[in-house]
């Protein structure tokens, strides 16, 4: 049998760093399983703290404060993600929006949906 392969797609305009984002892009936000479980925790760690705010009347102001305040020990928590590397603003490399990479399936080359990226 013959085997199939496939011409190298890194100027693909849905590459990154060896994944491919089109499913993403194709429904935004739809497919859960791709969001990076850590923000998906810290979303619902806000989300318990603006219901408590409403319990303690406490205003905007003050919430984003005490969140603030624990900055520090979210970045140590996103570090220990088995798949985390160092990106801009110390977020994790394969961060895409809400979506990590990892959970993209990789990209094996040139397919039917890839599309040259523009220069510049
Ligand atoms: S070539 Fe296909 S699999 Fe590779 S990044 Fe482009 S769309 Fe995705
Ligand atoms: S690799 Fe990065 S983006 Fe993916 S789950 Fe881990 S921290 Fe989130």
């Known amino acids: 049998m013959v085997k199939i392969h496939y011409l190298p797609a890194k100027n693909c305009v849905f590459y990154r760093l060896g994944f491919c984002i089109y499913p993403e ?19 619902e760690e806000y989300d318990q703290l603006l219901d408590k705010a409403e319990v303690f009347g406490l205003e905007l102001e003050k919430v984003e404060k005490i969140w603030t305040k624990k900055s520090n020990t979210r970045y140590e928590e996103i570090k220990k993600c088995p ?26 080359g040139k397919c039917k949906h890839y599309t040259l990226a523009e220069e510049g």
């Open 25 to 43: 892009v194709l429904n935004p936000g739809y497919n859960q399983s791709f969001q990076c479980t850590i923000l998906l925790k810290w979303e």
């Open 83 to 108: 798949h985390f590397v160092e990106g801009e603003e110390n977020f994790c490399r394969y961060l895409y929006g809400y979506t990590c990479l990892y959970e993209l399936p990789k990209c094996k």
